[in-house]
């Protein structure tokens, strides 16, 4: 982290009030959304508090508080350079490796500040897993190696037995086993595009995290593609957080259960317009501009 | 509306700012560029037969073959073969490249991958002015610092590994092989780790953060993406490498020992292509001797075109491939 004397982080720690004072939050959220489960079942995963982005002297997110539920999708609605991708490499700290970046503020991973100066950004990413926009397998690696290479990373696992274990039910997971069982000696880039997202979704998924974060994930995809992975996204939910940062409002309308929208301000740093239950973001939203862009007014 | 009994103008095709300009411009800066180009290709050309032609008397006497092949070199006698300096050349050239190859690919992924953003400009400046210390400054301290350095270490080797391997014996008087691929070494370091890091920090981000957001180091990062990425690229700047460590005189001249037979060990002295030249060209009197010297240079200059080729060979398949590879 690269915050200068200026702009120093707080590192504050969540008092069991404030987590009080969150739940009762969600809990409000949750009244609203009637396809929600009962409101004892909601789960913070991540709280983000005042958070800003900088990449230099530009601010490209202000402000931003808002809270994630653990075991929902939540979809990042908004135009272009609203921050939608800055504020999700924020939750795992891979906005800082981009040179000149920074941010302030705060983002707790159930209740822990990962910015906290004794925390390890290595050990960040491991909890909170990222897609990207573009399928980027490693092209010098066969698809099981691809799969493999987080473990490696980490020392995840130990012993050939435990890691073929590993690499098969993640490309389970992912719903690529099938169709790449026999050639898992081949190289990752030799799939297609559809198929080498969902193996960067199964590499992913080997880092074994609590929290997926995806970029766009369908963007490179045809519509076949990205129904599969959405369907993916649906059997997940189960395990794993997924914040899901898209272009498209029907996707967001069709996979998740909580949408956030943003927009550019005019300082042109993307903030928080409101956060929802999808429907009721889509159907009833609080925010004029909301409403404006959702009925694809304008972005 | 005094004008309006004027009668208008007829009409007249206006091209504006699309007429076509002056074109003299072009063309003359097209006959410049067009008489360089091919002035340095004709320079090349006249060169290499100059100096066949000149050498021509030493191939009709030995033979082409017969020339590069002989390991004998006596002007006295009005023998002259080449092979003690090729395999001097060569065995130089490998010595440097075995020493600066693993410290260039170090600094470059230190540069690239490791230091803090505000420290790799100024240690990459630092590594590029080692290339701009003039040779013979390299040959002084070479010959005053580093060949009486070294003496401890080859002594050492020598003592040791030497009894069993001659290539590593004795006698170790100090001027050699060896030092002259060390001194080489550091000579080439500059451009091997330059091209180096050109080549890591071309690895396309998105690959590179693949790796962080598993939960990669920055070490995960150099083995798992900037080296496997990169490999062609690193065997076009070792080539590169390779291409001026063949080529360099001064420095080699003062600390290789002037030998003009094949040295049994790395520690014996020995001579190089451009270094015999160098130092015999000047008291070349005998029969031959300077058309024997020429012909040395023809052959060095038909090795370093060809390696050169081949780094820019490489560097292209490497530029087509990445392309296509990702």
Known sequence: MTAPSDQPRATMSLSPATLQGLEARA???????????????????ITVRDLSAWYGARRVIRDVSMD?????????????????????????????????????????????????????????????????????PFPTMSIYDNVAAPARFNGLVKGKAAQDELVERCLRQAALWDEVKDKLGHGGTSLSGGQQQRLCIARTLALQPKVLLMDEPC???????????????????????????????????????????????????GYLVESDATRTLFTNPKNQLTEDYVSGRFG | MTQSAEVPEPPRLDLGGLRRRGWTGDLTFRAILSTLTLGITVVLGVMMVESFISASPVYQKFGIIGFITGSTWAPSFTVYGAWAF??????????????????????????????????????GIAVDLLAAVPSVVYGLWGLLVLVPAMRPLEQAIAGTLGRVVPFFGPPTPGSSYFAAGVILAVMIVPIVSAVTREVFASTPRLQREAVLALGGTRWDVARTVTLPIGRAGLLAAVVLGLGRAMGETIAVTMVIGNSDNIGKSIFSPGFTLASVIANEFNEATETLHPEALIALGTVLLVMSVLVNGAAIAIRNRFTGGSRSGF
């Open chain 2, 86 to 123: 090729i395999y001097g050349t060569f065995l130089t050239s490998l010595i440097a490249l075995v020493i600066a190859v693993p410290v260039s690919v170090l600094i470059a992924l230190l540069l690239t991958e490791l230091a803090p953003a505000r420290l790799r400009a100024p240690l």
């Open chain 1, 27 to 45: 809990a409000a959220v949750d009244e609203s959304d009637v396809t929600a489960t009962q409101a004892d079942d909601v789960d913070l995963a």
């Open chain 1, 68 to 136: 994630i539920r653990a075991n929902a999708i939540t979809a990042i609605i908004g135009p272009s350079g609203s921050g939608k991708s800055t504020l999700l490499r924020c939750l795992d700290r891979m906005h800082e490796v981009v040179p000149g970046a920074r941010s302030s503020g705060t983002v707790s991973y159930q209740g822990v500040d990962i910015y906290d100066p004794r925390i390890e950004p290595a050990a960040v990413r491991r909890t909170i897993g990222m897609v990207f926009q573009q399928p980027n």
């Open chain 1, 219 to 269: 963007s490179a995809l045809d519509p076949i593609a990205t129904l599969q992975v959405e369907e993916l996204m649906s059997t997940l939910k189960a395990d794993y957080t997924i914040i899901i940062v898209t272009h498209n409002m029907q996707q967001a309308s069709r996979v998740s259960d909580v949408t956030a929208f943003f927009n550019m301000g005019e300082d042109r740093a």
